[in-house]
């Protein structure tokens, strides 16, 4: 089983600052078969990122993925009032497994 | 649009088994060629995805939890189900139904979720 690792556990931000969270894969996820989801309270996860990088259907250009291998990022470029959540990243390069999330707060 | 829709009860004795639905509309599950899954959150797991099912009936299951669960479509009525055997305080959790892009992939639209709660 795949461990992924997220950090920060929680990320203290304003509105309009930029957010990087991170995701490390206890080894290679094959293809960079990498996705990021967004959970607010109460609600399901919404897909944000699939492929470490292919935005979903109607994310926000705002929202983008990069890395490779064992290493992946999620960037927010500018935060909005709506992006404080909860962000999972996700490996379906073998039997999928989620990180275990960080929390995007207001400052 | 495509929705889904979880049904079930939300409090199932330990030992025994937890049984849910999940209702899909918007898309024929018999005409799409995407796979259909369930996966489960709870505080002290997080997120686990538990199996996925094709509507001809190829499945996928978590190596952790396969001996426990069978998952299962009914393309007449457009849904599929879950099945987890021998539940104990392990299990309660929020299950979620979703579409899975790909076979045990990502999930792209996901059900609002229901409780389970296993206890006496």
């Known amino acids: 089983e795949i461990v992924l690792t997220q950090s920060p556990g929680t990320l203290s931000l304003s509105p309009g600052e930029r957010a990087t969270l991170s995701c490390r894969a206890s080894q290679s996820v094959t293809s960079n078969y990498l996705a990021w989801y967004q959970q607010k309270p109460g609600q399901a996860p919404r897909l944000l990122i699939y492929?470490?990088?292919s935005r979903a259907t109607g994310i926000p250009d705002r929202f983008s993925g990069s890395g490779s291998g064992t290493d992946f990022t999620l960037t927010i470029t500018r935060l909005e009032p709506e992006d404080f959540a909860v962000y999972y990243c996700q490996q379906y390069g073998s039997s999928p497994t989620f990180g275990q999330g960080t929390k995007v707060e207001i400052k | 649009q495509l929705q889904l829709q979880e049904s079930g009860p939300g409090l199932v004795k330990p030992s025994e088994t937890l049984s849910l639905t999940c209702n899909v509309s918007g898309v024929s599950i018999s005409g799409s060629n995407f796979y259909w899954a369930w996966i489960r959150q709870s505080p002290g797991r997080g997120l686990d995805w538990i199996a996925s099912?094709?509507?001809?009936?190829?499945?996928y299951y978590n190596p952790s939890l396969k001996s426990r669960v069978t998952i299962s479509v009914d393309t007449s009525k457009n849904q599929f189900s879950l099945k987890v055997n021998s539940v104990t305080a392990a299990d309660t959790a929020v299950y979620y139904c979703?579409?899975?892009?790909?076979?045990?992939?990502?999930?792209?639209?996901w059900g609002q979720g229901t409780l389970v709660t296993a206890s006496s």
């Open positions: 979703a579409r899975d892009r790909g076979g045990s992939y990502y999930f792209d639209n």
């Open positions: 492929g470490a990088s």
């Open positions: 099912i094709y509507y001809t009936g190829s499945t």
